[in-house]
């Protein structure tokens, strides 16, 4: 399943992070902000429990959200949206996943992994900017699966049919919540007209 999340105030944010005039630090606020919008759409069904709240004039019925979140970025670039996700999720745990990309390959690379413990009603927020070829997230998948996690969203900012085509065929459970589904690959595995390289563009490295 994958939806696109067409929300004015995000498309909004979109337009300006792909700006190539856009500075690292707008970048890093946009992402952070553009996660915020994702987040909402994509945990709309997270489950709750029912808590009875004390107001000054009374009681009132409330929620608690339920069951063990945990937020994971896949590096570098997912790490601009993992600040904001524990802002609004300050109860779960991180887990970190390197993978970088073959230059010429477009291969995934792994390099680091740090996972939490896994509970049977773990739900992973799996954070990355960018989906290409789609290496880099399915490759995620299939260590957060191997890891004991079955329970997977995905968050991105920018996909292609390339991307969404191989996930959705590699990993149907896994649902993606994007900002946009963008033309094309190009030959070098970019995303056109996409942003760039948004690691690149977030830590000013280009
Ligand atoms: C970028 C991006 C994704 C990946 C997407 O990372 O952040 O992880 O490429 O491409 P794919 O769908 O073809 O795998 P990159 O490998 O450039 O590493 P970086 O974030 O460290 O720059
Ligand atoms: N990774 C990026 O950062 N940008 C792309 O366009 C493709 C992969």
Known sequence: MHAVVRHPLLQHRLAILRATKTAPKLFRELVREMT??????????????????RTPMGDADGVKVAGHLVVAPILRAGMGMLEPML?????ATAGVIGTRRDETTAEPIPY???????????????LDPMLATGGSVCDAIVTLKKHGFPRIVFLNLISCPE??????????DVP?????????LDARHYIVPGLGDAGDRLFGTL
Do not use: C, K, M, Q
């Open 112 to 126: 680091y992994l740090n996972l939490p413990r896994p509970f049977p009603d773990s739900l992973v927020v799996l």
């Open 163 to 172: 991307g969404i085509a191989r996930l959705e065929r590699e990993h149907p």
């Open 176 to 184: 993606v919540y994007t900002a946009a589904i963008d033309d094309h």
């Open 87 to 91: 802002e609004i999720l300050p109860y």
């Open 36 to 53: 915020f919008f994702l987040a909402y759409e994509a945990l709309r069904d997270l489950p709750t429990v029912p808590v009875a709240v």
